[in-house]
């Protein structure tokens, strides 16, 4: 898997735990970021890339910074393991 999948699927982790810290469904979080409920799934699981602008959406709702969808990353990891690029 490429770094570039395990970053995706960090930032989906990033979506999901902050939504479920404010509580709300993703319907109403889908709704609120203006994209489909299809889209967002796809965002929280990694398996489709956010783009600058929904994490900008994202992060106004949660109240982050866009910076929060990558801490624990290091800037320019090369590795294939997500452990080795955490920091």
Do not use: W
């Not at 900008?56 to 929060?68: E, S, T």
């Amino acid at each position: 898997m490429p770094v570039e999948d395990h970053v995706d699927t960090q930032v989906g982790k990033q979506i999901r735990a902050g939504r479920q810290r404010i509580g709300m469904s993703r319907s109403r979080f889908a709704d609120a970021a203006n994209v489909s409920l299809e889209k967002l799934m796809s965002h929280e699981s990694g398996s489709e890339r956010a783009s600058v602008q929904c994490l900008f959406a994202y992060a106004g709702i949660l109240n982050v910074h866009i910076k929060y969808f990558h801490e624990g990353f290091s800037p320019g990891c090369n590795s294939k393991k997500i452990s080795d690029c955490s920091r």
